[in-house]
């Protein structure tokens, strides 16, 4: 059996080393598919002043979309005046990867915002951080490490 150069043992070495490090660190959480069914439930908004307190119940309708109504107000004057317990605020659920969603909200006002032709919906990227809690992100912000959260009420 021929020798081995000090250099070749070495960087077989430190080749092992670093294939042991990155598997290891990996977080095995990420390689798990999230199911879409955890959205199912009543959530509390929260990070939002002016939405904090506000209940949304997320089903899957008939044709397995997902939709979240209002079930209770806060006492914010301005949701007051442009929502109602009943009105759709969550439009629809997707998702981009195996643990991260998209979530689409109709704005509040969306209906004067329809007739200035703005836009009348925000999506939101969505992370679950625990069974009970998601979060928002927007744009490079990472929604697991968001203040904006929906928290979970009842199954």
């Keep these: ?3 081995q150069k000090p250099q070749t043992l070495v960087l077989k070495v430190i080749s092992i080393i670093f294939i042991s490090f990155l598997f290891f660190s990996c977080d095995s959480n990420l390689l798990h598919k999230t199911p879409i069914d955890n959205f199912k439930g009543t959530w509390e908004l929260q990070g939002r002043t002016m939405f904090d307190g ?3 119940k997320i089903t899957e309708d008939k044709n ?5 109504k209002v079930v209770e107000l806060n006492n914010n004057k301005y949701v007051d005046l442009f929502v109602s317990v009943g009105d759709t605020w969550v439009t629809g659920i997707g998702r981009s990867s195996n643990f991260e969603f998209i979530l689409t909200e109709r704005k509040i006002a969306s209906q004067l915002f329809s007739l200035y032709g703005l836009d009348t919906t925000q999506d939101y990227e969505v992370k679950f951080i625990d069974n009970n809690t998601f979060g928002l992100g927007t744009g490079s912000a990472d929604p697991g490490q968001s203040s904006i959260r929906y928290i979970r009420v009842t199954p």
């Design 1 to 3: 059996m021929p020798k």
């Design 54 to 56: 506000i209940k949304i």
């Design 64 to 68: 397995g979309n997902f939709v979240g």
